[in-house]
């Protein structure tokens, strides 16, 4: 645990916080200051700066976490679609560098602007090479 991280607080019971679930590995919290109704976050309890500190045994339990999570969710505010998001470093709009992943219930017309399409062009050539460069690494 890191006694200056927020979600180790919570996590330590320092902060009080609205747990809609919790197991040996994680703690899922509804989020502080929501996008929509029912936004919860999935924490697990070591802290982990993000996906890259993340320890394979925890990393392998995340996404089944988020579809049970999400499931739930949506049945529980109705909601029409669901966002999962997980941030990893201060240029991708990580704010607390603990790993947690967003539920977020989405709703039709909400309003809510989580994710753009991007004015970015690129050739098919540009997307072949980069392909292969990320091959490379795999």
């Known amino acids: 645990m890191n006694t200056d991280c ?3 607080k919570i996590l330590n019971g320092d902060i009080p916080s609205f747990v809609v679930y919790e197991d040996e590995s994680f703690k899922v ?3 502080r200051f929501p996008a929509t109704r029912g936004h919860v976050l999935i924490l697990p309890k070591g802290h982990y ?3 890259f500190e993340l320890p394979e045994e925890i990393s392998q339990k995340v996404y089944p976490l988020a579809k049970h999570i999400a499931t739930a969710v949506k049945k529980a505010v109705q ?3 669901i966002n999962i998001i ?3 470093g201060e240029a991708a709009g990580q704010s607390v560098f603990h790993f947690h992943m967003h539920i977020v ?3 039709s017309n909400d309003q809510v602007t989580l994710n753009k399409t991007s004015n970015m062009e690129t050739t098919l ?3 072949a ?3 292969e460069l990320i091959k490379s690494y795999l």
Do not use: K, S, V, Y
């Open 129 to 131: 090479e980069t392909a």
């Open 49 to 51: 700066q993000d996906l």
């Open 125 to 127: 050539e540009e997307l």
């Open 6 to 8: 927020i979600f180790c």
């Open 86 to 88: 997980q941030n990893n």
């Open 105 to 107: 219930p989405r709703f």
């Open 29 to 31: 919290i509804l989020d």
């Open 79 to 81: 909601a029409d679609g």
